[in-house]
């Protein structure tokens, strides 16, 4: 797994949005003051990847992935893995009660060479080549298919976060063997071995079916085959006997039904000719015919005299005039009458309206007058309580004043003292002007309620005047109308004239109905008789058709009666003459199916010497049927004999198969083969570790392993075995990395499987090393970088170890967030 960009967005310290860009970064070092958040950069990778950060110490404390004022956090990662490029997304979000969960995430491989510029602006459906997880729990299945690492083993690895940096280091025989399986893909023996065990199983369940099957297997033997074969030959006998008998029994059945079917009908037409019988109403049915149509002649003079009865009144009637019209005059002539006596009531109200009016208008002005003199009285006051102000003013100078002084309101020689009144001039003028103003408010509201009066008077003498102008308009328009009409008598006496009309055309039109109804009944009854009469010839016709073919002699088609006593006659003799000669016809039946029958028998023994029923229906078919099924007997005898050699065969090859899967099964078995690939795997690893070991400790230590332990021999004290647990901060750092760097060197090509060991990044224990050490760190580091095939990263805030690194993210943090910024090349 190398990582190629990371966006973060509300992620634990990074509350804005951030990217790293790790593009053409074969070397990098995350620096910046502690706590600035450099390692959060290593957690959001793993994040990203597994849903949890070692540091968290809880795989469900998600909670942690949000920064204390964000309600959402997202992380998406751009990683490479086996040469082909994946972006993984996972967003946290805080829902209303503060519970955090993750709600969605996401793991798409992008199409090849796809432009990441585009992630900015969002990815297309051609940009993705396959979907590989929706949800979770799928991202999480699907990571570990892609990285081919578990959690556990990754954090030990490939990103080694603060606190697990010596974790594999430590790691117990049994812990350090699990990862080792995974990396190496030994897990692949172990499927193989269980596959293997599986096929052994399943051959054998198979041998014990086929075991069965065959045992099940019986009446398949050279007996049984020379008895089915037996079998086929006698109902072969017995289908050729029936290709003989048959014809001949076919031809006495085909003469029998002729016979049978020629008496048949000899008795049918004998019982045909019986069933002649004469209508007793024949010869009633044409008289009441004829008086039927009689009885219609009758409706229809009737008919006729009412309808030209009504016809003339009807003339009368719209002779005598326009009934509407006749009225409307008369309501004419009421309606002016009426106008007429209106007038005088109207002219009456508009001249009381108009004295009503005039006495109201000389009620307002009175009203007016007063109000006029209330205000001039009021402004009087008003004037008289000034010039009490100004007195009472100058009461109040006076104890100051002196006669030859200069006064101090118009700065004149005073000549004479005021005089000094009883009682104070404002008060008196105050009363006067209350009452004034009270005077002039009554005179006011006086005003008020005439002018509104007076206003009640106009309408009342505009709507009487309107009232007896509508009424004078309407009687001219009327008088207009009925200028040259005749009187209200003459137009009554019209009308009562044309009610009388009316009364009578409604006697007329009543009679036309009854007439019309009675024409109705007699049609109906002639009709009904007439039906009767074509009823009783076709009864006649269908008779004498039925017996046509025997030669039916002709009728008399105007004499009914005479028509069905021919035809009885005539019926009557010819069933004699039939009848005659039955006894003949019968005998040739019973002889034909006597020899039928004999036919029958001979087929029925042959059946029965054979163990088969007796014939039903068609004996060469059951004949057929039952050669077919003898057949079909003999041919699964034979199938079942060969299905029992191929399964003798079969099951030969499974006994082989069982064998050689069992003895893979127990060479493959963990304690042996397993161990010892786990044995040659760990021994080239420490070889290498050792290696590296030496260089970064100037020749001290070689490290070693001695059942699953690992140890250091200390070449500068006579080459002292030392448990790795021994080894003080700067030298566990260095054994360590020895063995980080080993495992992400060696293992990837000693791997089988898919694991993805294409980078390391260290966060831990630079600051403990001297300088030397720290030299000899970087350089190992450099050329680990140089090689091309690893991303190398550290996590540093050691500045002269940072210096030597060409790609630096510095990271820095302030009250709201930290930031990243890409230096160097």
């Known amino acids: 797994m190398r990582p190629v960009r990371l966006d973060l967005d509300g992620f634990t310290v990074f509350r804005e949005p951030t990217t790293v860009d790790f593009t053409d970064t074969d070397f990098f070092a995350l620096v910046g003051p502690t706590g600035s958040g450099k390692s959060t950069v290593l957690d959001a990778i793993c994040f990203a990847l597994y849903g949890t950060v070692p540091r968290w110490g809880d795989r469900r404390a998600i909670a942690n992935a949000l920064a204390p004022s964000a309600a959402e956090a997202r992380v998406r990662l751009i990683f490479e893995s086996v040469g082909k490029r994946y972006v993984l997304t996972r967003v946290v979000r805080r829902d209303a009660k503060g519970a955090v969960t993750t709600k969605h995430a996401g793991l798409e491989m992008l199409a090849p060479g796809l432009d990441?510029?585009?992630?900015?602006?969002?990815?297309?459906?051609?940009?993705?080549?396959?979907?590989?997880?929706?949800?979770?729990?799928?991202?999480?299945?699907?990571?570990?298919?892609?990285?081919?690492?578990?959690?556990?083993?990754?954090?030990?690895?490939?990103?080694?976060?603060?606190?697990?940096?010596?974790?594999?280091?430590?790691?117990?025989?049994?812990?350090r063997q699990k990862i080792l399986v995974n990396l190496l893909g030994l897990d692949v023996y172990g499927r193989i071995r269980e596959r293997a065990t599986s096929e052994g199983a399943t051959a054998e369940a198979k041998l014990k079916v086929l075991d069965d099957q065959l045992h099940a297997m019986s009446g398949i033997d050279d007996e049984a085959l020379a008895a089915a074969a037996a079998r086929v030959e006698a109902l072969r006998?017995?289908?050729?006997?029936?290709?003989?008998?048959?014809?001949?029994?076919?031809?006495?059945?085909?003469?029998?039904?002729?016979?049978?079917t020629a008496?048949?009908?000899l008795d049918e037409e004998?019982?045909?000719?019986?069933?002649?019988?004469?209508?007793?109403?024949?010869?009633?049915?044409?008289?009441?015919?004829?008086?039927?149509?009689?009885?219609?002649?009758?409706?229809?003079?009737?008919?006729?005299?009412?309808?030209?009865?009504?016809?003339?009144?009807?003339?009368?009637?719209?002779?005598?005039?326009?009934?509407?019209?006749?009225?409307?005059?008369?309501?004419?002539?009421?309606?002016r009458a009426r106008l007429a006596a209106e007038a005088a009531t109207v002219g009456a109200r508009v001249e009381a309206a108009a004295a009503g009016h005039a006495d109201a208008a000389r009620a307002v002005e009175v009203a007016r007058a007063d109000a006029t003199g209330a205000r001039q009285a009021l402004e009087a006051a008003r004037e008289a309580y000034q010039a009490a102000v100004a007195a009472d003013r100058a009461v109040a100078l006076r104890p100051h004043l002196r006669v030859g002084d200069a006064c101090p309101v118009c700065t004149q020689t005073v000549q004479e003292?005021?005089?000094?009144?009883?009682?104070?001039?404002?008060?008196?003028?105050?009363?006067?002007?209350?009452?004034?103003?009270?005077r002039s408010e009554a005179a006011d509201r006086v005003v008020e309620e005439r002018d509104r009066a007076l206003r009640e008077r106009d309408r009342d003498l505009a709507a009487a005047r309107a009232h007896a102008e509508q009424v004078a308009r309407r009687a001219g328009e009327l008088d207009r109308e009925l200028d040259g009409a005749p009187a209200p008598e003459a137009v009554q006496r019209d009308l009562d004239g044309i009610g009388r009309l009316t009364k009578a055309l409604e006697r007329a039109g009543a009679e036309v109905r009854k007439a019309r109804d009675a024409h109705r009944t007699a049609a109906g009854q002639a009709d009904r008789a007439e039906e009767r009469l074509r009823s009783a010839w076709r009864g006649f016709d269908a008779a004498r058709d039925a017996l046509a073919a025997l030669g039916a002699p002709p009728a008399n088609r105007d004499d009914l009666a005479d028509a069905w006593s021919t035809l009885h006659g005539w019926a009557t003799g010819e069933a004699g003459r039939r009848q005659a000669g039955r006894p003949e016809a019968q005998d040739e039946v019973s002889a034909a199916q006597l020899r039928a029958a004999a036919d029958r028998d001979e087929l029925a023994a042959r059946f029965t010497a054979a163990a088969l029923p007796a014939p039903v229906a068609d004996p060469a078919r059951e004949a057929a049927v039952a050669l077919e099924r003898a057949d079909a007997a003999r041919a699964r005898i034979e199938e079942r004999r060969a299905d029992a050699a191929r399964m003798r065969e079969q099951r030969d090859g499974l006994a082989r198969e069982a064998q050689v899967a069992r003895a893979l099964a127990q060479h493959l078995r963990a304690d042996r083969f397993e161990r010892w690939l786990l044995a040659e795997a760990l021994d080239t690893l420490v070889e290498g570790a050792s290696l590296t070991l030496r260089e970064l400790s100037s020749g001290q230590y070689d490290l070693g392993h001695d059942k699953g332990e690992f140890f250091v021999v200390d070449h500068h004290d006579a080459g002292l075995r030392r448990g790795v647990r021994t080894l003080s901060g700067g030298e566990t750092f260095q054994a360590s990395l020895a063995l980080a760097l080993a495992l992400s060197e060696q293992l990837a090509g000693l791997s089988a499987a898919s694991a993805s060991l294409e980078s390391i990044?260290?966060?831990?224990?630079?600051?403990?090393l001297d300088t030397a050490t720290l030299e000899t760190v970087a350089a190992t580091l450099e050329n680990l970088a140089a090689r091309g095939d690893r991303m190398v990263g550290v996590v540093t805030h050691v500045g002269a170890l940072a210096e030597r690194i060409p790609v630096r993210f510095e990271v820095r943090r302030d009250a709201r967030t930290a930031r990243i910024e890409r230096v160097g090349l």
């Open 116 to 175: 990441l510029a585009k992630l900015e602006f969002g990815l297309e459906q051609d940009d993705i080549a396959e979907v590989l997880a929706g949800t979770p729990g799928e991202v999480d299945t699907a990571v570990q298919t892609v990285v081919g690492l578990p959690y556990e083993q990754f954090t030990k690895c490939v990103v080694l976060p603060q606190g697990e940096f010596a974790a594999f280091l430590h790691a117990k025989p049994a812990e």
């Open 237 to 260: 006998e017995v289908a050729a006997a029936v290709d003989r008998i048959a014809p001949r029994l076919g031809e006495a059945d085909r003469l029998a039904a002729q016979a049978a």
């Open 263 to 265: 008496l048949a009908a």
């Open 270 to 335: 004998i019982a045909r000719l019986g069933a002649v019988a004469v209508p007793a109403e024949a010869a009633g049915l044409a008289a009441a015919a004829a008086s039927a149509r009689a009885a219609v002649a009758d409706a229809v003079e009737g008919t006729r005299a009412a309808e030209e009865r009504e016809e003339k009144l009807r003339g009368e009637l719209q002779a005598a005039g326009d009934v509407a019209a006749l009225r409307r005059l008369l309501d004419r002539h009421a309606e």
């Open 417 to 438: 003292l005021p005089a000094v009144p009883h009682e104070p001039a404002v008060a008196a003028a105050e009363a006067a002007g209350k009452a004034a103003r009270k």
């Open 761 to 768: 990044v260290l966060d831990e224990g630079f600051g403990t």
